[in-house]
């Protein structure tokens, strides 16, 4: 194609004139455009704040001023103007972070028969960082919740009670069952049961799937079940831990006041902590154990509500790795350094680890450890510790 030059005859100033009206038409088209998607970003706003319980009424209960509540910050402002509270920490952290209980990592017993789970919501401010306090939406103890351990093919009783001021409910990974049926939501004061049987091996999330559901995950409303294989699948492992990893989103530091879910941080995927089992760098000060030689197994689980995990353990090798919780050790690979989990999935690892010493597992998308998630394994109860 030839263009017509300025100094060819008069098609050319037609041509100049045909064009100047195509752009003049297409600026305008362009600032329709702008506006109506400015609408429509508008009224998405509009509609995500009807969405949220902060402008609801449940049952007669204004849901304005709940834990966990705080929308603002979310008005249009732009992303650049979000603030990081990552490390906010006092002066006695470190006093903090040695007093801390940490959560229990190692896998509980599975119950014989049917496995009666009875899940408690409520809301509470937690502790995900030393000095960090957080008004969630978690479970009677708190965020994550329990660690359910059940076997391959045994029968799971879920009970649902909801002690929170809104509307909550519970969707299990692990269950194949019509989640119109099982997972809807529970009205406060109420409770609901449904039955599965965990046919599939693997770790599961379990975690509210009441609307909007990244608030209710990002306000601690998730934990882990562990589905154990048959007898004889797996290498028997000396020592089992459950990981749930996830992140957080804070409207403003926690340190005087319980901090509330920032939702444009969390659209931002910007999040202040992340944490295994919901609390920074617990297992720093608090190390998970195990004897030279044992097989220490890994239940990982990332409940997200939006940030992959890449679980890695520094000084060693993951000689087994189930990806994605597919358990079917035809499937495992062998030998691997660095394993993502997803956010809503599972993975499951083995380490077998000789030498004594203080080894860090982590997820190796390294902001994440500067987050919070990071923690020690010691082999061989060695003194000392060790950051990394
Ligand atoms: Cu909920």
Known sequence: ??????????????????????LGLAVGIGAIFSVLMWADAHQ??????????????????????????????DSAAGIGSLTSYAGAAPDNADALATAHKPYPADLPPAPAGVADVHLVLTDLTVQIAPGVKYAAWAWAKGAPGPVI?????????????????????VDFHAARIAPDKAFGDVFPGKSVSYTFRANDAGVFMYHCGTKPVLMHIANGMYGAIVVEPKPGVLPKADKNYVLVASEWYLDSDGLTKPAQFSQAKAHARMPDWMTFNGYAGQYVKHPLTAKPGELVRFWVMDAGPSIDTDFHVVGTLLDNAYPFADMNPAH?????QTMTVPAGGGAVFDVRIHEPGLYPFVSHSFAAVD??????????????????
């Open 1 to 22: 194609m030839s263009y017509p030059s300025q100094s060819s005859n008069s098609s050319s100033g037609a041509f100049f004139m045909v064009a100047t009206i195509l």
């Open 44 to 73: 998405a706003r509009d509609d995500a704040k009807k969405a949220t319980p902060a402008a609801a009424s449940v049952g007669g209960h204004s849901m304005a001023g709940m834990p966990g509540m705080d929308m603002s910050g």
């Open 149 to 169: 351990h059940v076997r391959q093919g045994q029968l799971v009783k879920i009970t649902l009670t909801n002690n929170g001021a809104i509307p909550h409910s």
């Open 332 to 336: 495992a690979l062998h030998n691997v």
């Open 371 to 388: 987050q919070g998630q990071v923690g020690l394994l010691n082999v061989g109860n060695v003194n000392g510790t060790m950051s990394h």
